[in-house]
């Protein structure tokens, strides 16, 4: 069974900065991208980040670019998420995601092309 079990959230004042992981068991994605979105408070989800399977490429929303980084240990089977120049805005529950397609050559921000997420974590950005 495929489990994606993100940590590293947490409550950090502005300008601060946290590390998410997500790790994968149950099978290998080293052949599938991997990302992020999140959910604020009231808010629908959003896209935050994705790799590329290779780690080659990567695409972020506008909102996040220049703060966050996203990374990933093919060996770990795990994506990492660093985020830093934290706002309270950033204030959501982040979701680890992969994309359903091996291979793909399309990095995608719509949640229709992800079909295993995280439970969440939950990030708190205090101002």
């Known amino acids: 069974q495929v489990q994606l079990v993100e940590s590293g959230g947490g409550l950090v004042q502005a300008g601060g900065s946290l590390r998410l992981s997500c790790t994968a068991s149950?099978?290998?994605?080293?052949?599938?991208?991997m990302g992020w979105f999140r959910q604020a408070p009231g808010k629908e989800r959003e896209f935050v980040t994705v790799?590329?399977?290779?780690?080659?490429?990567?695409v972020y929303a506008d909102s996040v670019k220049g703060r966050f980084t996203i990374s990933r240990d093919n060996a770990k089977n795990t994506v990492y998420l660093q985020m830093n120049s934290l706002k309270p805005e950033d204030t959501a529950v982040y979701y680890c995601?992969?994309?359903?397609?091996?291979?793909?050559?399309?990095?995608?921000?719509?949640?229709?092309?992800?079909?295993?997420w995280g439970q969440g974590t939950q990030v708190t950005v205090s101002s």
């Open positions: 995601i992969v994309d359903h397609t091996i291979y793909s050559s399309t990095l995608h921000a719509r949640e229709s092309d992800y079909n295993y």
């Open positions: 149950g099978r290998s994605f080293h052949a599938y991208h």
């Open positions: 790799i590329s399977w290779s780690a080659g490429r990567t």
